[in-house]
């Protein structure tokens, strides 16, 4: 019986002083290191935040003074939106490797610039992304001089963007 309380009040006093919890944000088999992702502790049973940090540039985070037994990490990337790791159990300082990888469904359209839609060729222009500007002033004779036909894409590029429009179906591929 003494045993036994001496085992429970190390467990407690563990539990109270909190844990450490390290690791690393990878992007799939490549391994290349996940900067600058934002990870949320949340309490996988009332889902309030526990704590929060970002990834540095290689990746890598740290968690301590953690207090609690059962969390969801919650990792939110620019490229890679959200992803969720749930009800995980913690007991000791953890070391944890977190793959946010996700395909793209855009990944096959690169190289094939037929439109799944009407499978033709004819009507589809390439997206380009990033801002466009051209010298104040000379827009027109800008303009006058691109001699490809293109879909603006937007300003923000992400790591899973479409590569072409097809006008006859207007759908982005």
């Not at 990878?26 to 996988?44: N, P, Y």
């Not at 855009?106 to 839609?117: L, T």
């Not at 033709?120 to 801002?131: M, N, R, S, T």
């Amino acid at each position: 019986m003494k045993l036994f309380l001496v085992l429970f009040f190390i467990s407690l006093s563990d539990f109270i002083s909190g844990q450490s919890i390290t690791g690393k944000v990878i992007v799939g088999s490549t391994e290349k290191s996940g900067s600058f992702v934002s990870i949320q502790l949340l309490d996988h049973f009332n889902k309030q935040i526990v704590d929060k940090t970002y990834t540095d540039s290689e990746g890598n985070f740290k968690f301590e003074k953690v207090r609690v037994l059962s969390l969801d990490l919650k990792l939110t990337s620019i490229e890679y939106g959200d992803t969720l790791f749930q009800n995980i159990f913690f007991s000791d300082d953890t070391t944890l490797l977190l793959d946010i990888y996700k395909p793209c469904k855009y990944d096959q359209s690169g190289k094939n610039k037929g439109c799944p839609a009407c499978h033709k060729k004819d009507q589809v222009i390439p997206i380009l992304y990033g801002l466009i500007v051209p010298p104040q002033g000379k827009e027109k004779k800008f303009w006058s001089r691109v001699d490809v036909e293109f879909k603006l894409g937007g300003c923000s590029i992400t790591r899973c963007d479409p590569h072409w429009y097809c006008k006859r179906d207007k759908i982005n591929f």
